[in-house]
């Protein structure tokens, strides 16, 4: 069935760059798209950026000069990268995956990972 | 950017109407789609797919759950409220890219 689960440090100093995986299994990642979500603590979610299926990327235009999506697609695994984290980066953050026809709206949803921000 | 705005709160009593509105500040209308979908949030859990384009009920989604709405006024409608459905519910649009409204907490009076 299908997959998601996310991974990475959960502790990130203020000023470093935050390296987070999602690993996927129960489909390819050469036929659907995988996005990054994150929600602050006690806040909404926030859509982050989409590694599309082509392998191309887009970002949300608040977080795009700090974010870098990419992939591996024989480990089945999808990186989320973003530098100079602040306080306000802390948040729980998730990977999606549309529904089998479209990418539109997300039928699966990771765990979801908690990354704090903190010295 | 679509900005789609909700209201904080909502607080209903058990076996009532509960709706909850989003208001988009662009159209997400497209080719007789409405790209609106909702979710529902329990603490400590992932986002559940509740609603896509606006009025189609996710599988697995009992008919409790209803959406309707276009352009840029969507409304998501539980009835009757069960006391399993106290969470915080999130409006999301996919016209131009993605964003998610600040979401909505439903509460029992």
């Known amino acids: 069935q299908v997959q998601l689960k996310e991974s990475g440090p959960g502790l990130v100093q203020p000023s470093q760059t935050l390296s987070l995986t999602c690993t996927v299994s129960?489909?390819?990642?050469?036929?659907?798209?995988v996005h990054w979500v994150r929600q602050p603590p006690g806040k909404g979610l926030e859509w982050m950026g989409v590694?599309?299926?082509?392998?191309?990327?887009s970002y949300n235009s608040a977080l795009k000069s700090r974010l870098s999506i990419s992939r591996d697609t024989s480990k089945s695994q999808v990186f989320l990268k973003m530098s100079s984290l602040q306080t306000e980066d802390t948040a729980t953050y998730y990977c999606?995956?549309?529904?089998?026809?479209?990418?539109?709206?997300?039928?699966?949803w990771g765990q979801g990972t908690l990354v704090t921000v903190s010295s | 950017d679509i900005v789609l705005t909700q209201s904080p709160a909502l607080a209903v009593s058990l076996g009532q109407r509960a709706t909850i509105s989003c208001k988009t500040n662009?159209?997400?209308?497209?080719?007789?789609?409405?790209?609106m979908h909702w979710y529902q949030q329990k603490p400590g859990q992932q986002p559940k797919l509740l609603i896509y384009?606006?009025?189609n009920l996710a599988s697995g989604i009992p008919a409790r759950f209803s959406g309707r709405g276009s352009g840029t006024d969507f409304t998501l409608t539980i009835d009757p409220v069960e006391a399993d459905d106290t969470a915080t519910y999130y409006c999301?649009?996919?016209?131009?890219?993605?964003?998610f409204g600040g979401g909505t907490k439903l509460e029992l009076k």
């Open positions: 999606a995956r549309g529904s089998v026809v479209t990418s539109n709206w997300f039928a699966y």
């Open positions: 129960g489909f390819s990642l050469t036929s659907y798209h």
């Open positions: 590694m599309w299926s082509d392998g191309d990327t």
């Open positions: 662009q159209n997400v209308d497209y080719y007789g789609n409405s790209y």
């Open positions: 384009l606006a009025s």
């Open positions: 999301q649009q996919s016209r131009n890219l993605w964003t």
